[in-house]
C-alpha cells in the first residue's frame, strides 16, 4: 500500500524559502506519478504540483516560477523547493499519488488517495 510522510515545514519570512520532502513506502515510486497539494485554513485542498513519469512536471498557475518539484526514485521521495514564499502559500502541504492521464493531458494535478497522510504545516509569516 503507498503511503507518505511528509516533512519539511516550519516558519519563513515571506520571500524567503523552504524545501519540502515526501517519503513514500510500500512501493517503488518509480512508476508513480506524484503530486503536491495543500490547504489553507477554511479553504479547500489545492493542486500545487505534480510530477509524472516519463512525461514531466505540471504548476499551478499561482506557483510558477517559484517553486520546483522533483524526485530522487533511488530514495523513493519526492521533494518542493519552494522559494520567494508568499503568505498565501501557507497551509498544510501533503502529497499525493496523481492521475498521470490527467496531467498530461490536462496540466491537472487529480490526487488519487484514499487518506491522506497528516502534511507538513507552512507557516509564512512576517
Known amino acids: 500500500q503507498l503511503q507518505f510522510v511528509e516533512s519539511g515545514g516550519g516558519l519563513v519570512h515571506p520571500g524567503g524559502s523552504l524545501g519540502l520532502s515526501c517519503l513514500a513506502s510500500g512501493v517503488d515510486i518509480r512508476d508513480y506519478s506524484i503530486g503536491w497539494f495543500r490547504q489553507a485554513p477554511g479553504k479547500e485542498r489545492e493542486e500545487v504540483s505534480c510530477?509524472?513519469?516519463?512525461?514531466?512536471?505540471v504548476y499551478a498557475d499561482s506557483v510558477k516560477g517559484r517553486f520546483t518539484i522533483s524526485r530522487d526514485n533511488v530514495k523513493n521521495t519526492v521533494y518542493l523547493r519552494m522559494a520567494t514564499l508568499r503568505p498565501d502559500d501557507a497551509g498544510v502541504y501533503y502529497c499525493a499519488q496523481v492521475n498521470p492521464i490527467r496531467a498530461i493531458t490536462a496540466n491537472k494535478c487529480d490526487p488519487i488517495v484514499d487518506n491522506w497522510g497528516q502534511g507538513t504545516q507552512v507557516t509564512v509569516s512576517s
Open positions: 510530477i509524472v513519469s516519463d512525461f514531466g512536471t
